[in-house]
C-alpha cells in the first residue's frame, strides 16, 4: 500500500519534511530495496557520498521517475558535505558530484556531515560513484585540517542555496557548542541537525536547546544500528524493557523505537531507518497509523540513556576526535 507520510515542519524555516526516511548506509540490493520502498510511500532518501552508493541510489531512482512511480518533486533527497571539501572553494565541487551521483539536478537538504574538515581530497565531478574510499580515510586524524573553520565552511554552504542547487542546508553531528557559534554568525539558520539518536542516547540537552532555536532534529540509528554495530556492543534489539514494552504492545522492538523517537519531539524529530527488506520497511511505516507510548513507557524508555554512541569519532580520528565531543 501506497501511503502518505505525514511530515514535521521546520521552525525556523516553515519548510516540511517527511517524518521517516528511508537511510541508505549500507543499504543492500539497492534497485530492490528502494522500489519496494518508493512503492510502500517512502519519499525521503538519506544520502551520503561516503555511503559510496550515491551513483546506485541515483540509478534506481531514476528508474522509478522513468517508470512513473514517482516524480522527482515528490522525492526529499538529502546528501552531505563530506570533509575533504569544507574549504570554500571546494563545497560547490562536492554538492555537484552528488547532484552527478543522484542524477538529479538540486538536492532538499545538503547537509555538513560532520564538523571536522579533512585535507582536500581531489575527485572529478563528472564522473559518478568512487573508485576508492580517500575522501573518508582520516588515517587515524593525521589527515584532518585544523585550520578550517565551520563559518567558512557554512558561508559556502549558504552560496549553494543563492545558487539554486539546495533547498535547505543543515548540519550532522554537531554539538551545543558549535551550533551556538554556527548561529550567531550565519545568514541561514541551518534547517536541520542530523544526530545519533537511540534509547541508549537520547540527547536530551542537544533537543532542547536545538528546539528552542528552531532547528529541527533528524535522528539516525533509532534502533541502534545493528549492521555496523561491532562485536560486543550493547543491542538495543534485545534490551529486556524494550522488549516488555514490544511483547505488551503486540508490536517490534524496532516499532517501539521508532515510536519513542517521533513521540518525545513533539513534531520537531523525524527519523531515518535503514532497512532493505520490504516487510521491515511496510513494518516501520505501521507505526504512522495513530499507536501511542503511554506517559509510563516513555518514562521506562528514559531510564535507559546510557550515553552510549555507536558512532564514535575518537575510534577514527584519534586525539583529534575531541574537536567534536569531548
Known amino acids: 500500500m501506497n501511503r502518505i507520510i505525514p511530515s514535521s515542519i521546520c521552525s525556523s524555516t516553515g519548510f516540511s519534511i517527511p517524518s521517516l526516511g528511508l537511510g541508505t548506509m549500507l543499504l543492500d540490493n539497492i534497485p530492490q530495496s528502494i522500489h519496494s520502498a518508493i512503492s510502500l510511500g517512502y519519499r525521503r532518501f538519506d544520502c551520503a557520498p561516503v ?7 541515483g540509478d534506481a531512482l531514476a528508474n522509478e521517475i522513468s517508470l512513473g512511480n514517482v516524480k522527482r518533486e515528490e522525492l526529499y ?4 558535505l563530506p570533509s575533504p571539501f569544507h574549504r570554500r572553494e571546494h563545497v560547490e565541487l562536492a554538492i555537484r558530484k552528488s ?10 537538504l545538503y547537509l555538513i556531515h560532520w564538523p571536522t574538515a579533512f585535507k582536500f581530497v581531489p575527485i572529478d565531478p563528472t564522473k559518478r560513484g568512487y573508485e576508492n574510499e580517500d575522501i573518508d580515510d582520516s588515517n587515524n586524524g593525521k589527515n584532518i585540517d585544523p585550520n578550517v573553520s565551520v563559518e567558512e565552511t557554512w558561508s559556502a554552504m ?5 545558487k539554486g542547487l539546495v533547498k535547505e542546508i543543515g548540519v550532522s553531528n554537531f554539538p551545543v557548542s558549535l551550533l551556538h557559534e554556527l548561529l550567531a554568525r550565519c545568514k541561514i539558520k541551518p534547517s536541520v541537525n542530523q544526530v545519533e539518536l537511540h534509547p ?10 536545538c528546539q528552542k532555536r528552531g532547528i529541527h532534529i533528524q535522528g539516525y540509528s533509532p534502533i541502534g544500528s545493528p549492521g555496523y554495530a561491532e562485536a560486543g ?20 522492538v524496532a516499532q517501539v ?12 524529530i523525524s527519523l531515518n531507518i535503514k532497512s532493505s527488506s520490504t516487510e521491515r520497511q511496510k513494518e516501520n511505516l505501521e507505526i504512522l497509523d495513530g499507536v501511542m507510548l503511554t506517559e509510563n513507557e516513555l518514562e521506562h524508555i528514559a531510564s535507559l540513556e546510557r550515553g552510549y554512541r555507536y ?7 584519534g586525539d583529534m576526535a575531541m574537536a567534536v565531543f569531548d
Open 158 to 162: 549558504e552560496e549553494l542555496v543563492e
Open 99 to 108: 547532484l552527478n551521483d543522484l542524477r538529479v539536478d538540486y538536492l532538499d
Open 77 to 80: 533527497l538529502v546528501s552531505k
Open 257 to 268: 523505537c521508532l515510536l519513542w523517537g517521533l513521540q518525545r519531539g513533539n513534531g520537531n
Open 51 to 57: 555511503y559510496f552508493n550515491e551513483d546506485k541510489i
Open 200 to 209: 541508549y542516547l537520547q540527547q536530551n540537552n542537544l533537543i532542547k536547546y
Open 233 to 252: 556492543e550493547p543491542e538495543i534489539l534485545k534490551d529486556p524493557i524494550l522488549n516488555e514494552i514490544a511483547t505488551s504492545r503486540g508490536i517490534s
Open 311 to 317: 558512532f564514535r569519532p575518537e575510534d577514527w580520528w
